[in-house]
């Protein structure tokens, strides 16, 4: 790859290189899980349609986006499932599942940093962001909150890298515990890979993003098996599908000082 305008160093593949003055933000124990009043869910309804519509400008204006194999999605309209994805944007990968999946029906897991955002933070909630949680009793209320969200028949999206590292063009390692919501509630699951290609007119990349899925775990197998399973079908085809970037925006480089 070629074209490369800057360096980024990192010492280890779980480095946050992209950090905020809020970064260890966490939870307050009165969180609201559920935002079920009647001018919440008005609003809800609003935010998302004014942020699909943001999403449809950003992501084909700014970033010519386009999505391969979009049509897998089409038989699961009415069902609930998992959408796991490589973490390469830190606006981008917030609004592009708006457009992929449907707005209304969008979930997403998030770090509670993202809430102290100026003016979107706050409403994140309303576009369904679902906060990482820091204690047992948060924990379980995630773990009903997504259960909830399946019994919808919403989709959550995962990003199991975690910390978002700009244009990387490869996939970094995650656990295979971050599949135990799609075990738990025997769910499908899709990837969603994002690639990055030269624009004729502009340093910065385009964006084709690639659709994967469904995939199940074997019936019958152990809770530990079928996390395997499912992370190593999704760990293959974003390996795969990250073939594609054939332009490098920054260049990562492990420092060992």
């Not at 089409?74 to 390469?88: C, D, E, I, L, S």
């Not at 656990?175 to 135990?180: A, N």
């Not at 738990?184 to 624009?199: D, I, L, S």
């Not at 079908?233 to 332009?247: E, F, G, N, P, Q």
Request: aromatic residues 14%; contains cysteine; hydrophobic residues 35%.
């Amino acid at each position: 790859m070629r074209h490369i305008k800057r360096v980024q160093t990192y010492h280890d593949v779980t480095d946050d290189v992209v950090t905020t003055n809020h970064q260890t933000n966490i939870l307050p124990k009165n969180y609201r899980w559920h935002r079920d009043r009647w001018w919440e869910r008005l609003w809800s309804l609003v935010f998302r349609g004014v942020a699909k519509t943001f999403a449809y400008v950003y992501c084909y204006a700014a970033w010519h986006l386009t999505v391969v194999n979009r049509g897998v999605l089409k038989p699961f309209r009415h069902q609930g499932y998992f959408m796991y994805a490589n973490h390469t944007q830190p606006v981008n990968d917030a609004f592009m599942p708006l457009i992929i999946g449907g707005a209304q029906r969008f979930h997403a897991i998030v770090s509670p940093a993202n809430f102290t955002l100026p003016i979107l933070g706050p409403n994140l909630p309303y576009c369904g962001a679902l906060p990482t949680a820091t204690t047992t009793s948060q924990t379980i209320q995630l773990i009903k909150a997504v259960n909830q969200v399946m019994d919808h028949n919403n989709y959550v999206v995962i990003y199991p890298e975690a910390h978002v590292w700009p244009y990387y063009t490869k996939i970094r390692p995650f656990p295979e515990t971050s599949f135990s919501f799609p075990v738990k509630t025997q769910k499908p699951v899709f990837c969603m890979t994002t690639t990055y290609q030269k624009r004729k007119f502009s340093k910065r990349p385009r964006l084709t993003v690639y659709i994967d899925g469904p995939f199940r775990p074997t019936a019958g197998q152990s809770r530990k098996t079928q996390q395997h399973e499912l992370w190593q079908d999704v760990t293959l085809t974003l390996k795969r599908r990250s073939a594609a970037s054939t332009y490098e925006y920054i260049h990562y480089k492990r420092d060992d000082s």
